[in-house]
C-alpha cells in the first residue's frame, strides 16, 4: 500500500514546484489543507517562500493544522521535511517584519542576513554549496552536494548539534537543520535539479 504523502497547503508560494518535484521523486503525494489527512500521513513536508511572518499566519490560519503535525511528527513518529520558510518555521521566533512565533520544534531564530563584507548581497540566490558538518555526516536524508538557494533570512540554531549542513555567503549560513524524525533545509530540492531530486528520493526512503 502506497504512503500518504501530505504536502501542507497554506497558501504557501512554491507548493506545485515542490509537488512535482516529490512526484518526480517518485511519491504519491496529497496536497492538503485538512489536520485530519495530517494525522494519518506517513510523511508531511512543509513548503514555503516569502516572508515568515505571512507563512506563520497562513499556517496558522487553518483550524487544528499545528496541533495535528505537532501530534504526528513530534508524538507520532512521522519523518517530516521542511523547505526554505518551511524549515525557518521550525524555529522558536522569526524577525522578519518583527517577532513571529514558529514551531518551535528546533530551538533557535530567524535572523536577517547582514554579511561584514558591503559587497556580498542580499538575498543569498542561485547555486552554493551544502558542506555536512562532522557529526551529521552520515545523515540518510542530507548529503553534501550544490543547491540553488533564494532567501533573505537565515535559521541561527541555538545548539549547534542541530545543524546538519552549511553554506557560505559571506559568513556561515545553515543549509539544513536536523533532529530525530525532522529535518529542514533552506535551499530549494524543488529547483535544485539531480541534487534536490536525490535528496527528496532520500527523504522519502528514510525511516528515523
Known amino acids: 500500500m502506497a504512503e500518504v504523502i501530505a504536502l501542507i497547503d497554506y497558501g504557501a508560494g512554491n507548493l506545485h514546484s515542490v509537488h512535482n518535484a516529490l512526484k518526480a521523486a517518485g511519491a504519491e503525494v496529497t496536497v492538503t489543507a485538512d489536520p485530519y489527512v495530517v494525522r494519518a500521513a506517513d510523511r508531511i513536508v512543509l513548503p514555503g517562500v516569502g516572508a515568515f511572518r505571512a507563512c506563520a499566519e497562513g499556517l496558522n490560519a487553518l483550524p ?55 559587497s556580498i548581497k542580499v538575498p543569498h540566490m542561485g547555486w552554493n554549496d551544502v558542506a555536512m558538518l ?18 533573505s533570512y537565515h ?4 545548539d549547534p548539534q ?25 535551499f530549494h530540492p524543488e529547483k535544485s535539479q539531480a541534487y534536490g531530486l536525490a535528496t527528496l528520493r532520500r527523504f522519502l526512503e528514510w525511516y528515523p
Open 162 to 186: 542541530h545543524v546538519a549542513a552549511m553554506t557560505d555567503h559571506g559568513e556561515g549560513l545553515v543549509a539544513a537543520v536536523a533532529r530525530d524524525n525532522i529535518i529542514g533545509v533552506q
Open 134 to 151: 562532522p557529526h551529521a555526516r552520515d545523515h540518510a536524508v542530507i548529503e553534501e552536494g550544490e543547491a540553488y538557494f533564494l532567501h
Open 155 to 158: 535559521f541561527a540554531a541555538s
Open 64 to 118: 487544528g493544522m499545528v496541533e495535528a503535525m505537532t501530534e504526528r511528527v513530534q508524538v507520532g513518529g512521522a519523518p517530516f521535511l521542511g523547505i526554505c520558510v518551511g524549515m525557518q518555521l521550525l524555529a522558536e521566533r522569526g524577525l522578519e517584519f518583527g517577532a513571529h512565533r514558529g514551531l518551535g520544534w528546533i530551538p533557535g531564530e530567524v535572523r536577517l542576513i547582514q554579511p561584514s563584507d558591503p
